[in-house]
C-alpha cells in the first residue's frame, strides 16, 4: 500500500535582505519557516543596529527588511508539482526585474540624448 504524498504549498518568500524568492513549502512546515524568517530579520536587524551604532555618521547600510511569506498556490499534492510550479514562478519574477532593470537603463539612455 502507498503512502499518501505529502501538501505543499507555493509561497512567495522575501527574505531580510529583501532577495525574494518562490518555494515548494511543505504544508506542516508553513509555521516553522515563518518562524525561521523572523528569527533571521532579529538577527540581521540586531547587527545592522550595532554596526550603526558603532559607525556613527558615516553608516550607510542599509536597514534590513522584514520577512514575509505568501501563499500562492492552493495546496499541492505531491512536492515535485509543487518544486515545478514554483520554479516556474521564479522564472516569471526574474524575467519581470531583469525587464524592469532594462527600462530603467532605456530610460537612463532617453534622458542622456534630450
Not at 28 to 34: G, I, T
Not at 57 to 78: M, Q
Not at 79 to 94: C, V
Amino acid at each position: 500500500m502507498g503512502r499518501a504524498s505529502a501538501s505543499y504549498y507555493v509561497c512567495g518568500i522575501k527574505d531580510s535582505d529583501g532577495n525574494v524568492s518562490f518555494e515548494a513549502v511543505r504544508a506542516s512546515q508553513l509555521d516553522e519557516r515563518m518562524a525561521q524568517l523572523k528569527k533571521d530579520y532579529i538577527e540581521a536587524y540586531r547587527a545592522w543596529k550595532l554596526a550603526k551604532k558603532e559607525a556613527g555618521e558615516d553608516f550607510d547600510e542599509p536597514k534590513p527588511v522584514r520577512p514575509a511569506l505568501k501563499k500562492l498556490s492552493k495546496r499541492i499534492k505531491g512536492e515535485g508539482k509543487a518544486k515545478s510550479l514554483a520554479s516556474l514562478y521564479q522564472e516569471k519574477w526574474e524575467a519581470k526585474q531583469a525587464k524592469k532593470e532594462q527600462d530603467k537603463l532605456d530610460e537612463l539612455e532617453d534622458d542622456e540624448t534630450t
